[in-house]
């Protein structure tokens, strides 16, 4: 049974950090590029950006340069999002979600994590 | 970037009636990468279409996906209540994924 279970929810002040988890089970963590969207209250969904777990080499959507970074822990099949000086803009639920092509099989899979609320506020 | 653009905003109908979402990009996507989801309050998108016009895993026949270039329709033949959601699409191009800003389904 695939899973990807995300840390839990987070209170944060302005200009403080946060580093977001993201544990995968039950498949292949390499095979697949992690993503992470991110969902501010009462909005739609933004792609971030996505790591290819295998080379670590990470792309990110414009807007979401500078201030985030993704990475992996292969070593434990987790991923991870990382937001700096965090803004009250950067109210949101963050969710990470692997999906594509499957090379092998030629299927489509799509797996999501429950989502992370990240609160900024003084 | 390629912009997808949803419409309508938000569709208002009946149960058993027919709703057609449409997904309009700003320039000609790979078929084989536009996406739909499915999305309830407190919940994770879930899959229902890929490939414009695969249905994924468990999704019911009601749901269909069509089109091509820059064009894309999903279809709900006939509404039942728990198809009463949010509706992106979604596309793949230069290393890059990008959603619509999605269509609301509210019970007329």
């Known amino acids: 049974q695939v899973q990807l279970v995300q840390s839990g929810s987070e209170l944060k002040k302005p200009g403080a950090s946060v580093k977001i988890s993201c544990k995968t089970s039950?498949?292949?963590?390499?095979?697949?590029?992690m993503n992470w969207v991110r969902q501010a209250p009462g909005q739609g969904l933004e792609w971030m950006g996505w790591?290819?777990?295998?080379?670590?080499?990470?792309t990110y959507a414009q807007g979401f340069t500078g201030r985030f970074a993704v990475s992996v822990d292969t070593s434990v099949t987790t991923a991870f999002l990382q937001i700096s000086s965090l803004k009250p803009e950067d109210t949101a639920v963050y969710y990470c979600?692997?999906?594509?092509?499957?090379?092998?099989?030629?299927?489509?899979?799509?797996?999501w994590g429950q989502g992370t609320l990240v609160s900024v506020s003084s | 970037d390629i912009v997808l653009t949803q419409s309508p905003g938000t569709l208002s109908l009946s149960p058993g009636e027919r709703a057609t979402l449409s997904c309009r990009a700003s320039?000609?996507?790979?078929?084989?990468?536009l996406v739909w989801y499915q999305q309830k309050p407190g919940q994770a998108p879930r899959l229902l279409i890929y490939?414009?016009?695969s249905r994924a895993s468990g999704v019911p026949d009601r749901f269909s996906g069509s089109g091509s270039g820059t064009d894309f329709t999903l279809t709900i033949s006939r509404l039942e209540p728990e198809d009463f959601a949010v509706y992106y699409c979604?596309?793949?191009?230069?290393?890059?994924?990008?959603f619509g800003q999605g269509t609301k389904v509210e019970i007329k």
């Open positions: 979600a692997s999906w594509g092509y499957d090379i092998l099989t030629g299927y489509y899979v799509d797996y």
């Open positions: 039950g498949y292949s963590f390499t095979r697949y590029a």
């Open positions: 790591i290819n777990p295998k080379s670590e080499k990470a």
């Open positions: 320039q000609s996507v790979s078929s084989s990468y």
């Open positions: 490939g414009a016009s």
């Open positions: 979604q596309q793949y191009g230069s290393s890059l994924w990008t």
